[in-house]
């Protein structure tokens, strides 16, 4: 009886077959029957540019002490203008931050002054004003730019004053009481004033 030899793999048959689960057919380039890259693009339209230009001058946690425990909210203070003469100042309070933020800027369209600035783009003529312990003055200069800092500054930029010098004249840090000084310094050359320039956040500044 003649011996049997096994059967030897000579590495032609791979073991694999096209029905196989899993099993693409194609080249390797990924040019096979597979979902297809590189479709056509989504165009985004753009944002259209807002009416004025905006500015968070301070955002902080405040704490309100009710029956039931303490209930937490924020308070922003925001800064809006078009550089061109046209400024605004609003707070808003509430506990979601864009929120508070869609508040602070409908205040500040309610309180936007229009200022009566000379061709060069600076003030007529030196103005002072005092909020709390912060106080303000802001007089012209010959050419020298825009020379202020804090929160003066930001309401300077946004209205589009130059050639203007700005001094703090308080040991005040708080950056709202600084602008709302500048505010109610500004308003002393401005066309169409606050009604009540106290700044009341009961009437202002709900």
């Known amino acids: 009886m003649a011996e049997q030899t096994p059967k030897t ?9 096209a029905s196989a689960p ?5 080249n390797r380039s990924g040019q096979g029957s597979g979902p297809r890259r590189g479709g056509p693009r989504r165009e985004f339209s753009e944002r259209p540019k807002p009416e004025f230009d905006q500015k968070i001058i301070s955002i902080r ?4 002490v009710v ?18 003469g046209n400024i605004g100042l ?10 508070a933020i869609n508040k602070a800027v409908r205040s500040a369209r309610k309180n936007m002054i229009t200022l009566k600035l000379t061709k060069q783009g600076s003030l007529p003529y030196e103005v002072t004003s ?4 912060a106080k303000v003055m ?15 500054r930001e309401l300077l930029v946004l209205a589009g004053v130059k050639n203007v010098t700005s001094k703090v004249l308080s040991p005040s840090k708080n950056k709202l009481n600084n602008a709302r000084a500048a505010f109610e ?19 202002i500044f709900s």
């Open 9 to 17: 793999n000579t590495g032609t048959n791979t073991g694999f077959r």
């Open 22 to 26: 899993g099993y693409r057919s194609g």
């Open 61 to 64: 946690r405040v704490t309100r």
């Open 67 to 84: 029956a039931g425990g303490r209930r937490f909210s924020l308070s922003v203070a925001m800064a809006i203008g078009d550089k061109k």
């Open 90 to 99: 609003g707070t808003g309070k509430a506990i979601d931050t864009s929120l």
């Open 130 to 133: 005092k909020y709390g312990s």
């Open 138 to 152: 802001i007089m012209p200069n010959r050419g020298k730019g825009l020379v202020a800092g804090s929160a003066a």
């Open 185 to 203: 310094a500004l308003s002393k050359v401005a066309s169409r004033k606050v009604e009540k320039p106290g700044f009341r956040d009961a009437e």
